[in-house]
C-alpha cells in the first residue's frame, strides 16, 4: 500500500497485535474500555457532530462509530487504517459502514468531511515523529472543512515506554498554530495523555 518504510513497519505492528489479542481493546493499544471511551468522549467534544460527515484516521476496529451513533445524530462516519487485519475486522462487525484502507499521506486520498477525527494515531515512535506529526496534521487539515481533534501521550508523566512517543503539550500548540490560528489544548481529563482541536474559523463562545 505504501512504500515508507516506517509507515510499512506501523502496519507490521497493529496486524501481528492483532494476531495475538484478535478483536481485543489490547490489538489497539488500549488498556480498557473505559479509558478508551474516554478519549472518545474528549474527541468528540469539539463540537455537535450531529449531522457531520466525519472521518476517523487510524480507525483501529472500528470503535468509534458506536459511540458516535451513540451520542451524535446522523453522523456520516468513515473509517480509515493501514492495517489490513483492522479493517478487515472492522468491515466485519459494521457491514454497512464505509471503511477503507489508507495511508493519507500518499496522495491520493481527496475526500472532505467536516471534522477529522484521530485517536492514538500518532502515538507509536517513528523517525523524525515531529516531522510525521507536522505532516499528518496537514493532511488532516486538509481534509476536513471545520476541524481536527487528535490525542497525544503527554510528556507529562512518569515514564513512558520505548515504543511510544510522548509530546509536549506546549511544542504541539506551538505546532498547531503555524497551521491554523485556532487552536485548543486539553489536557484536563484523569489519562496522561492531551487532546487538540485545531479549527478552521473562530468559535463561537
Known amino acids: 500500500m505504501n512504500k515508507c518504510p516506517e509507515l510499512n513497519k506501523l502496519k507490521k505492528f497493529y496486524n501481528e497485535r492483532y494476531d495475538q489479542y484478535g478483536h481485543h481493546i489490547k490489538s489497539v493499544g488500549w488498556g480498557s474500555v473505559e479509558s478508551q471511551e474516554l478519549r472518545?468522549?474528549?474527541l468528540s467534544q469539539i463540537a455537535d457532530l450531529s449531522g457531520k460527515r466525519i472521518c476517523d484516521v487510524g480507525?483501529?476496529?472500528?470503535?468509534?462509530?458506536?459511540y458516535l451513533k451513540k451520542c451524535f445524530k446522523n453522523v456520516d462516519y468513515m473509517g480509515i487504517d493501514i492495517s489490513e487485519k483492522l479493517i478487515e475486522r472492522a468491515?466485519?462487525?459494521?457491514?454497512?459502514?464505509?471503511?477503507?484502507i489508507r495511508d493519507i499521506l500518499d496522495g491520493t486520498f481527496k475526500k472532505k468531511f467536516d471534522f477529522v477525527l484521530?485517536?492514538?494515531?500518532?502515538?507509536?515512535?517513528?523517525?523524525?515523529?515531529?516531522?510525521?506529526?507536522?505532516?499528518m496534521l496537514k493532511a488532516m487539515m486538509r481534509m476536513s472543512n471545520k476541524g481536527v481533534a487528535v490525542n497525544f501521550l503527554s510528556s507529562y508523566v512518569d515514564y513512558k515506554l520505548e515504543k511510544n512517543f510522548h509530546f509536549s503539550p506546549e511544542?504541539?500548540?506551538?505546532?498547531?498554530?503555524?497551521?491554523?490560528?485556532?487552536?485548543?489544548?486539553?489536557?484536563?481529563?484523569?489519562?496522561?495523555?492531551f487532546t487538540m482541536y485545531l479549527?478552521?474559523?473562530p468559535q463561537k463562545g
Open 40 to 42: 472518545f468522549k474528549v
Open 91 to 100: 468491515r466485519e462487525c459494521f457491514p454497512k459502514v464505509q471503511f477503507e
Open 171 to 193: 511544542e504541539a500548540l506551538a505546532l498547531g498554530k503555524t497551521l491554523t490560528p485556532y487552536v485548543t489544548i486539553r489536557h484536563d481529563y484523569p489519562l496522561y495523555e
Open 59 to 66: 480507525c483501529g476496529l472500528g470503535d468509534l462509530y458506536p
Open 118 to 135: 484521530a485517536s492514538g494515531t500518532l502515538s507509536y515512535k517513528m523517525k523524525n515523529h515531529k516531522v510525521f506529526v507536522e505532516a
Open 199 to 201: 479549527y478552521h474559523a
